[in-house]
């Protein structure tokens, strides 16, 4: 039996629901990965030409909202929500979230530099305001905790001076945040609709490639040893900090996903598992403690997938 397409009306209501995830700057973390999926529907339901229409509808209705600033939802749209749309299902999930997070880092990363080459003077300007207040907040709270001295005053100052640089890093993150989250919900349209599409594995067998391990020891060096570069300190410095904010929470995921593994095995339920996530976003020395354990899964290969066939 031939499968029903879905009316042109619903697709109306879902471009316009695109259009408001593409025009919410403020809430792009949670909206930007969804504003695809309309596209995505319509190019498996419609093909080419109704697909391409509402992308169109979409893009026009996103700059008459926010301007220039739409390049950002096109690009996502057109990438991640018509091509793929259009295309095949990957064959190795993994692959593609890396090679696409790659991509969308170096395009908004340019996106980002020009914009501060562009509008220099005011994004300084802002920033000196903004940097004032970041280094009184966090001194007030050292002087709260009774932490409050000469090394913590050095350790403030130097990380407001390097947080400007931290863009790359959390750039990083939120393209692999933005593609990683759009492949799972994808996936989860395209089996409502029994469309092809491979599933990202279970979580609890997560694991990722062994080499991304020394994108994480570079940034320790970098972060422990950054004094030991002379001229290039600083710079050592802040690209360590970059790395370990990018791999760490990487390593974090992996060492939740040991975690879950084992809660798996003890068949633990889903509250102690959501408690175990927000303890560790929270808390630091838990949040570093996982983020080791998935670094050490790298080597020791805790759940032996590599020999479980």
Do not use: C, H
């Not at 403020?26 to 190019?43: G, K, R």
């Amino acid at each position: 039996m031939d499968r029903q397409q879905i009316p042109i009306a619903t697709f109306a209501i879902f471009a316009a629901l695109s259009v408001v995830a593409s025009v919410s700057i403020s809430l792009w973390y949670i909206t930007l990965f969804l504003a695809p999926l309309s596209v995505y529907l319509a190019a498996k339901d419609r093909g080419t030409v109704v697909s391409g229409a509402i992308f169109f509808a979409i893009v026009v209705a996103s700059v008459l909202l926010i301007g220039a600033v739409a390049l950002v939802p096109f690009l996502v749209i057109l990438v991640l929500g018509y091509i793929t749309g259009l295309s095949g299902p990957a064959p190795r999930p993994g692959m593609r979230i890396a090679v696409l997070s790659v991509g969308f880092f170096f395009v908004f990363s340019g996106f980002g530099l020009a914009t501060f080459y562009l509008e220099k003077p005011a994004v300084i300007k802002i920033w000196a305001r903004e940097s004032r207040v970041f280094e009184k907040r966090l001194m007030d709270q050292a002087r709260d905790t009774g932490a409050a001295s000469a090394a913590v005053e050095e350790e403030v100052e130097k990380l407001v001076k390097v947080a400007p640089y931290l863009f790359f890093g959390i750039t990083a993150l939120s393209a692999v945040w933005l593609v990683g989250a759009n492949y799972f919900v994808t996936g989860l349209l395209a089996k409502s609709k029994n469309y092809e599409w491979t599933q990202l594995p279970k979580f609890s067998l997560w694991q990722i490639p062994w080499y991304l391990a020394y994108g994480f020891i570079f940034g320790l060096i970098g972060v422990l040893f950054g004094e030991y570069f002379g001229p290039y300190g600083f710079f050592a410095y802040a690209v360590g900090l970059n790395l370990l904010l990018v791999f760490g929470t990487l390593y974090l995921v992996q060492g939740l996903a040991v975690i879950n593994f084992f809660m798996d095995q003890r068949s633990m339920n889903s509250l102690a598992r959501g408690a175990v996530v927000l303890l560790a976003i929270f808390i630091q020395v838990l949040f570093q403690g996982i983020s080791w354990l998935g670094v050490f899964d790298t080597w020791f290969d805790f759940r032996k997938l590599a020999t479980s066939g």
